[in-house]
């Protein structure tokens, strides 16, 4: 993820809450958009599973 388009949307987002709004909800929304981020840069470079890969592995770790 580049880390301009990182800071360039995370500004986006924060110019984006409410007035009002808390550390925490301004914290969270920059973790949201980086994981977002985060999720569509692997997705573009095809590092995903199948949904059935995934809760096979969901599965496997509700057994532990």
């Known amino acids: 993820m580049g880390a301009i388009k990182l800071r360039d949307t995370t500004i986006e987002v924060i ?3 409410p ?6 909800e301004i914290m969270y929304e920059i973790n949201l ?3 977002v981020l985060e999720g569509l ?4 470079e095809g590092n995903t599973i199948s949904t059935e890969s995934l809760l096979k592995k969901i599965d496997k770790w509700r057994q532990k």
């Open 41 to 44: 840069k692997d997705s573009e």
């Open 33 to 35: 958009t980086a994981q």
């Open 19 to 24: 007035q009002g709004c808390t550390l925490e």
């Open 15 to 17: 110019k984006n809450l």
